[in-house]
């Protein structure tokens, strides 16, 4: 079985590097891709490790397309590529701005007390809003994780604020400068209509798109049969991944990918080609 997208402690994960290896040999995983967001941060940490499972570095980037945002992979990257570190630096930047005024927001609303090394304590990456939704359930406010971002966190909502993002053409560029490959991340996520995906694919791939998350958690079989059949139609990277979180989302387990056992072996067969 593999896995090539999920995150740890160095985004908004609940497991280190160390513990999803050692968790993805007990689900018997034979490889996994670790894709923190807009961070590499836990690439080191994660490729120090002994283990058998096949390792392949990553990282998840927020995207601005019009018709809206989505989630770009890059898998195989140079962790230490220069101008991918100087880029993941400046959404970082930006995200500590977004979370202190997400802090006055949640002082105002609530009228309670809170400050970023509040929110900061026991994590060890970059806070993001599933780490809000945990503050949000710590003070009896919402009963889920699920409940804040319906209620305070979702796009619309009192304490939603929008990310600065990259352009596709900029991510896309940042992932083949870092000698990676470039991947649509859970694609249903677009709320696209069939024709509307397949056009959005082809605008990607004149950017220098290189695959698609075909099998995933948030999948249902019809919806991969689609995304297969247009990753075939342009020769594209079929990928497989669970989006796994840990703790912050308990409704997905690792290996979780919805991937049939003929497509493991295949996305597993392409993988050793990269090493």
Not at 134 to 149: H, N, P, R, W, Y
Not at 176 to 181: E, L, N, T
Request: aromatic share 10%.
């Amino acid at each position: 079985m593999i896995d090539l997208h999920m995150h740890s402690t160095y985004s908004d994960g609940t497991l280190t590097p160390q513990e999803l290896l050692n968790y993805a040999e007990e689900k018997k995983l034979k490889a996994i891709a670790l894709t923190d967001h807009d961070t590499v941060n836990g690439i080191e940490s994660f490729l120090s490790v002994e283990t058998d499972i096949l390792k392949v570095s990553g990282v998840e980037i927020s995207i601005d397309f019009d018709p809206g945002t989505f989630h770009l992979v890059g898998l195989f990257i140079k962790h230490n590529d220069e101008n991918l570190k100087t880029k993941l630096e400046k959404l970082k930047k930006y995200r500590r701005e977004r979370n202190s005024k997400l802090v006055e927001l949640i002082k105002n609303h609530f009228g309670i007390e809170i400050s970023l090394s509040d929110l900061q304590k026991d994590i060890d990456g970059e806070i993001g809003r599933p780490h809000i939704a945990k503050f949000l359930m710590d003070k009896g406010i919402v009963s889920s994780t699920q409940e804040a971002f319906d209620k305070y966190l979702g796009k619309g909502k009192p304490l939603y604020i929008a990310k600065k993002r990259y352009s596709a053409i900029e991510g896309i560029d940042m992932i083949k400068k870092a000698s990676g490959i470039s991947i649509i991340a859970h694609p249903i996520t677009l709320d696209l209509e069939n024709e509307q995906f397949d056009k959005f694919t082809k605008e990607l791939i004149e950017y220098g798109l290189d695959g698609i998350e075909v099998f995933c958690s948030l999948h249902t079989i019809k919806d991969s049969k689609f995304y297969l059949e247009i990753a075939k139609k342009y020769n594209l990277f079929i990928s497989a991944g669970s989006d796994f979180h840990g703790l912050n989302k308990t409704d997905v387990d690792l290996g979780q990918t919805n991937c049939p056992e003929e497509y493991q072996k295949s996305i597993y067969t392409n993988l050793l080609k990269y090493f």
